[in-house]
């Protein structure tokens, strides 16, 4: 999720997402509330609280607690169940009509009635605003909506698009009362109207509270009396000290790999404990195909030869993250090795020279990495350094390293400027499509003048068709071997992701998965 720019980026956290659950144990309260109320931490901000702008981890955190979607994310899987919707499905063969009948009773937070007419002009108001920091650009194939009576809307899409469930179950499904938004321009307030779990009561720079909606009607079971949210805008010390002076009762998204490690050698001596979870979140190296020098694929080739994945975690993020061999992280369907299976694992100068002197290429390759500081974490420069002096130290390159402040990086990148670049992703969906189609499909978002026409014209395009997505594994296989072998972008690793608890509190392990929804509702303290 950038989710724009249009890279969907998540900034990611050195020691944050893939793995079993370690650490707190799982009990919750009783549903509707245990008497009382959790505080959590936070180094992300929560950059907007009107789902027709927000693009960002904080802020779909606020909207998956506040909003309703019509479907939603069960604990632990990544297929769509009804949450605001009776029921959802296709309605024609092609997986171009969907039809959705809503639950009776739905309410917002103030009262007000929930009908389809407000569905409608969720939908409508967002594609209208096509606010450059939404999810707008997730609805390419939304052609309309209708509305046949209050309890029924139909989506009709100009494209056959199975994976439109799964868009509609994240954040930027999330439906707002038609009587409180403007139809044309955002929210501007801070304040926010859904029917989801949990109401908005305060936001402002300091935190947000949030207390249990009571007009609620859905699949959450809410084992607390509210949460309270406090920013600490990238300040990671001062997150370490308020969790471990008391002051907050979770640390999610800002410890350090350092800090992570350092809690989990102590045994819970501190009092407090790391939960672990999986995440579909990545890091890769992208490849801008029109350079000089990163467009020969012998260079391209050489870099994948010499890359030691199993080194840079250890070193930079302390096992906190896994090597990733693939475009599909692990715990996605459709995911295979294909990296792995061309490249291998151990590095190999001798390839890698092989490959260089295949290119005509006898001399040093000198090469400049680009970064930037914090928008994919604090670690990313530290690891773009370890990749140069990876390469470096086979004799074959003359790398170095440049970090750009976001704004400048993402101009230059468009511009072209950069032969190699690093992007952060965490999916709007947990779904193999949204790991391809926004890299490799028509008009890609990593600005790097890649296109195969086998991948454009016949597997995005089939894998899109498909309603069951078990189905298309082999052809996502395909589209993954096609891209290890021209090497458009290399997968470097994926997170793990992690909370840091004291001993009281319960069900951390529910919000951390691969559907990136961490859902409020299910934590408790005892």
């Not at 650490?23 to 959590?40: I, L, N, R, W, Y």
């Not at 939960?275 to 490849?287: C, R």
């Not at 594994?473 to 992690?498: R, T």
Request: proline residues 5%; aromatic residues 10%; glycine residues 10%.
């Amino acid at each position: 999720m950038n989710m724009r720019n249009q890279w969907p980026v998540l900034p990611v956290v050195a020691g944050l997402a893939s793995g079993l659950l370690t650490g707190c144990g799982t009990e919750t309260g009783d549903s509707g509330g245990s008497g009382t109320s959790v505080v959590m931490g936070m180094s992300d901000d929560v950059l907007a609280t009107d789902p027709a702008s927000g693009y960002d981890p904080g802020s779909w955190l606020l909207f998956n607690n506040v909003f309703q979607s019509l479907l939603s994310f069960p604990k632990g899987a990544t297929e769509p169940q009804p949450e605001a919707a009776e029921q959802c499905a296709f309605s024609d063969t092609k997986a171009t009509v969907y039809k959705c009948t809503l639950k009776d009773g739905l309410k917002f937070s103030n009262g007000d009635a929930l009908t389809s007419a407000d569905v409608k002009f969720s939908f409508d108001r967002m594609l209208k605003i096509d606010d450059p920091d939404g999810p707008a650009v997730m609805f390419p194939t939304l052609e309309k909506v209708e509305t046949p009576d209050d309890k029924t809307v139909v989506f009709r899409l100009n494209t056959p698009d199975a994976t439109f469930p799964s868009k509609i179950a994240s954040g930027a499904g999330s439906i707002v009362d038609e009587d409180h938004y403007d139809a044309e321009g955002l929210r501007k307030d801070g304040a926010a109207v859904g029917s989801g779990p949990y109401k908005l009561d305060k936001f402002d720079d300091g935190e947000a509270v949030f207390s249990v909606n009571e007009h609620y009607k859905g699949t959450a079971e809410v084992q607390n009396d509210g949460v309270t949210l406090k920013f600490f805008h990238g300040d990671q010390d001062a997150l370490k000290k308020a969790l471990l002076a008391g002051e907050v009762d979770i640390a999610y998204r800002g410890l350090t790999a350092g800090d992570i490690a350092d809690i989990e050698k102590s045994g819970g001596d501190s009092g407090v404990e790391v939960v672990e979870g999986s995440s579909a979140e990545v890091q890769h190296l992208v490849f801008n195909m029109d350079d000089p020098v990163a467009g020969q694929l012998g260079v391209r080739k050489a870099i994948a030869h010499l890359i030691d994945r199993d080194a840079l975690i250890e070193d930079v993020y302390q096992g906190t993250a896994t090597p990733l061999y693939s475009i599909i992280p692990a715990g996605i369907g459709g995911h295979n090795t294909a990296f792995f299976d061309t490249y291998g694992a151990r590095p190999s100068k001798a390839k890698a020279a092989a490959a260089l002197r295949a290119e005509g290429i006898n001399g040093k390759v000198k090469l400049t990495l680009w970064s930037t500081p914090s928008r994919y974490g604090p670690a990313t420069d530290q690891t773009l350094k370890t990749i140069a002096e990876q390469l470096n130290a086979s004799g074959l390159f003359d790398a170095d390293v440049q970090s750009v402040a976001f704004d400048q990086y993402e101009k230059d990148i468009a511009a072209g400027k950069y032969g190699v670049y690093v992007k952060g992703w965490i999916p709007d969906y947990p779904d193999a499509d949204n790991f391809t189609a926004p890299f490799f499909g028509k008009g890609n978002v990593l600005s790097n003048n890649y296109s195969n026409n086998s991948i454009t014209g016949t597997l995005i395009p089939s894998t899109a068709a498909e309603s069951d997505r078990s189905a298309t594994d082999d052809e996502f296989g395909q589209l993954q071997d096609i891209v290890a072998k021209e090497l458009p972008v290399l997968p470097v690793w994926q997170a793990k992701q992690y909370a840091v608890v004291h001993d009281n509190v319960y069900g951390l392990e529910y919000c951390l998965d691969a559907s990136t929804v961490f859902r409020f509702w299910e934590l408790s303290k005892g």
